[in-house]
């Protein structure tokens, strides 16, 4: 069984303050994705990475980085979090253009 | 650019009804189209992928490249069907091709 695994399931933080999310995957999978899931807007993707060290920015890329120094591990960055980054995040990964494997998701609040 | 609409953010049936999610994409090659579902305080999952052309739990889809559509249908719902289903989009080929990108879903209430 496939398993992505995110690193945390809840976390609150202040506004400002520098946040890092990080996915965990362990199947080998060379693409990578963070997307944030918001009610009436469906999952709208941040960043996704095709390989170590590559990444190419989604939709909504403004306020987050990535990093992908290891083929398993992608973190998304925000580099100073703000009360509209309150959200859930979800982090996918995926085998060439097959099946994507999720996450449990990380809700943050940002206060 | 590639986008996923799916017109309909809530639809409600009653149980033993037929359904239908509809599913429009924009794409300028050849896409991969998906069918996500999330059940209540479950992580995301496939339902099923176009390339495969099975049914899994009653559902089926059925691309049309001439409309660009990838609508979701079962003839009979059941109430355990209740949920958000979400139609993705791939490219193929390799590298950036392969961002997947999603629509912003429709939450399926199947009443008793």
């Known amino acids: 069984d496939v398993k992505v695994t995110q690193s945390s399931r809840y976390l609150v933080k202040r506004t400002g303050e520098k946040v890092f999310l990080e996915c965990v995957q362990d199947?080998?999978?060379?693409?990578m994705f963070w997307y944030r899931q918001d009610p009436g807007l469906g999952l709208r993707l941040i960043y996704f990475s095709y390989d170590v060290k590559m990444k190419e920015k989604g939709d909504i890329p403004e306020g987050y980085s990535v990093s992908r120094e290891k083929k398993e591990r992608f973190s998304l960055i925000l580099e100073s979090a703000s009360t509209n980054q309150t959200s859930m995040y979800l982090c996918?990964?995926?085998?060439?253009?097959?099946?994507?494997?999720f996450g449990q998701g990380t809700r943050l609040t940002v206060v | 650019a590639q986008r996923v609409t799916q017109p309909e953010k809530l639809l409600s049936v009653f149980k033993g009804a037929p359904v239908e999610l509809k599913c429009n994409y924009s794409?300028?090659?050849?896409?991969?189209l998906f069918w996500y579902v999330q059940y209540s305080r479950q992580r995301l999952q496939l339902l099923l992928r176009h390339i495969s052309r099975e049914s899994i739990k009653g559902f089926t889809a059925d691309l049309n490249k001439g409309e660009t559509s990838f609508h979701l249908k079962k003839p009979f719902a059941q109430e355990e069907d209740s949920a958000m289903y979400y139609c993705a989009l791939s490219g193929r080929g390799g590298g950036s091709n392969y961002k997947l990108t999603f629509g912003k879903g429709t939450l399926l209430t199947v009443n008793p």
């Open positions: 996918a990964s995926r085998f060439l253009s097959t099946e994507a494997f």
């Open positions: 794409y300028s090659g050849s896409p991969e």
């Open positions: 199947m080998d999978h060379e693409n």
